[in-house]
């Protein structure tokens, strides 16, 4: 019996291990800093923020500033935020140039990612825009601790009462798991491209 929950164990670090080695190899084009996003870039954070966003789904812009609140708040505090657009160049909405349009009238002044050929979506095992990702740098890559909803009120921000994220990212900074890990996020199914 023993053998069989040590195999178990040792199987499942192989696999978490893989998956976070194979998240530090990720590199994706930012619109904001101008240079290429690399998660192995980022090892001394205490957490990096990725969240799914584009500019067509309604639920996105729902969220924008209350996701732009959120960087403000976290981002003297060792947190790395990244939005990731899987749409980009899609369509005429989701174009570079109104990306770049999007970037400046909200007046985004960290990472935005394109991620075209969804690489990154799909080692996150993303499904909606907006969702929220918190990975943690450890030896073996990055982990993901928490994933999902960003808030329980998309339409009215003035009647949120639980603030997942957020409660998340104090989680991860008072050297705790989040609890829970995962919250079904509410918003547009991401299209994926294979």
């Known amino acids: 019996m023993k053998?069989?929950?040590f195999l178990l164990i040792a199987l499942f670090l192989f696999k978490f291990g893989a998956h976070g080695q194979a998240l530090?190899?990720?590199e994706l084009e930012d619109l904001v800093m101008d240079k290429p996003f690399k998660l192995e870039n980022h090892k001394s954070a205490e957490a990096i923020v990725l969240i799914i966003t584009t500019n067509s789904c309604p639920f996105s812009k729902l969220y924008e500033d209350r996701i732009l609140a959120l960087q403000r708040l976290f981002k003297e505090?060792?947190?790395?935020?990244?939005?990731i657009n899987p749409h980009a160049g899609?369509?005429?909405?989701?174009?570079?140039?109104?990306?770049?349009?999007?970037?400046?009238?909200?007046k985004i002044e960290f990472s935005y990612l394109i991620d075209p050929d969804q690489k990154l979506v799909h080692l996150l095992k993303a499904s909606k825009s907006p969702e929220a990702f918190i990975l943690t740098p450890s030896p073996t890559g990055f982990a993901i601790v928490y994933?999902?909803?960003?808030?329980?009120?998309?339409?009215?921000p003035q009647s949120v009462t639980k603030r997942y994220l957020e409660t998340a990212i104090n989680h991860v900074l008072q050297g705790q798991t989040p609890v829970?890990?995962?919250i079904r996020p509410v918003g547009c199914n991401i299209q994926t491209v294979y």
Request: proline share 7%; glycine share 6%.
């Open 3 to 5: 053998k069989v929950v």
């Open 24 to 26: 530090d190899k990720i």
């Open 77 to 83: 505090k060792g947190v790395i935020f990244a939005l």
């Open 90 to 106: 899609k369509n005429e909405e989701e174009s570079l140039g109104n990306i770049k349009n999007k970037i400046a009238q909200k």
């Open 147 to 156: 994933q999902g909803a960003i808030d329980n009120n998309p339409q009215l």
């Open 180 to 182: 829970p890990p995962f």
